[in-house]
């Protein structure tokens, strides 16, 4: 998506993807600071590892605990988050008001902390966490306190919370291609009565949970819109231009449809 970009707005640039080993870190990082090199994107396992290799955090970077886009100005490493405000332009895309929402969140990993932030941001009423694991929705609640209303959400509440819920989100790996494909994260049955579903999976297009709630007339987004913004925020950081959403969007969905 991000050479459909370049190529559209005739940026001479190359976005290329790397494989790097946990003990290669520092030396690709070393190799970010050269001249031609305008920044890079971080993902699964290192989001968390680069930060101490910065030599400025945003904000959202240092709240999250997390860099998924690095910007190198003249050999400095600036690292920053774009997978909160890359959510909050995919829920404004499907008009969802998060101002005074009711969210419940499933899920307490690494990606969950992304949406965390961005949720009590952006003014949600009350998020609850949900987690199999609940030390870890605990964990992160707790650590997010100051910024909102966010709670852990235990086993016994999560029937009413999910039923009243303005927004509901899957953070999990339940439903994602491969070994957890047909599960949804919730019970057989329940879901919001009214509210709105997002699912961070991608692939496939429509998770089990997304079925699920589109057979019971709710609305819903799965994560292709959440990949792309979080990815034109990037490249509006490194090129100082407006992502061309429609090619990346069109250039996202060839490449997924031929995996
Ligand atoms: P990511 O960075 O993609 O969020 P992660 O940090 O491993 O990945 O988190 C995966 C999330 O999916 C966690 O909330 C995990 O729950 P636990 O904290 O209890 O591990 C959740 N998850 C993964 N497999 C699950 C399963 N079979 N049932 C319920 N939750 C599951």
Do not use: C
């Not at 992160?140 to 016994?156: C, I, M, R």
């Not at 297009?205 to 990949?227: C, V, W, Y």
């Amino acid at each position: 998506m991000h050479n459909a970009a370049f190529n559209a707005l005739g940026i001479d640039a190359l976005y290329t993807a790397r494989d790097v080993a946990p003990e290669d870190l520092t030396q690709v990082i070393k190799a970010l600071r050269a001249p031609d090199v305008w920044g890079a994107n971080v993902t699964v396992p290192h989001k968390r590892a680069v930060l101490a290799f910065m030599d400025d955090l945003s904000d959202a970077a240092k709240r999250i605990g997390a860099v998924n886009t690095i910007v190198n100005k003249n050999g400095y490493l600036y690292g920053d988050n774009t997978d909160a405000p890359g959510y909050l332009r995919a829920l404004a895309d499907a008009n969802i008001t998060l101002k005074d929402a009711d969210a419940v969140l499933l899920g307490a990993g690494g990606a969950a902390r992304a949406i965390v932030y961005a949720l009590l941001t952006a003014g949600v009423k009350r998020l609850s966490i949900h987690n199999r694991t609940p030390e870890k929705a605990q964990a992160l609640a707790t650590e997010f306190s100051t910024l909102g209303n966010v709670q852990a959400l235990p086993d016994e509440e999560l029937t009413p919370r999910v039923h009243g819920a303005d927004l509901l989100i899957n953070s999990t790996s339940l439903g994602m291609s491969g070994l957890h494909e047909h599960l949804s994260p919730l019970p057989a049955g329940l879901l919001p009565y009214n509210g709105f579903v997002s699912d961070i999976v991608y692939v496939p297009a429509r998770t089990k949970l997304l079925k699920d709630a589109t057979l019971q007339g709710l609305a819903t987004q799965n994560g292709l819109p959440m990949l792309i913004y979080q990815g034109a925020e990037s490249f509006t950081r490194w090129t100082g231009q407006n992502a061309p959403i429609p090619i990346m969007f069109s250039a996202a969905r060839t490449a997924l449809e031929s995996r």
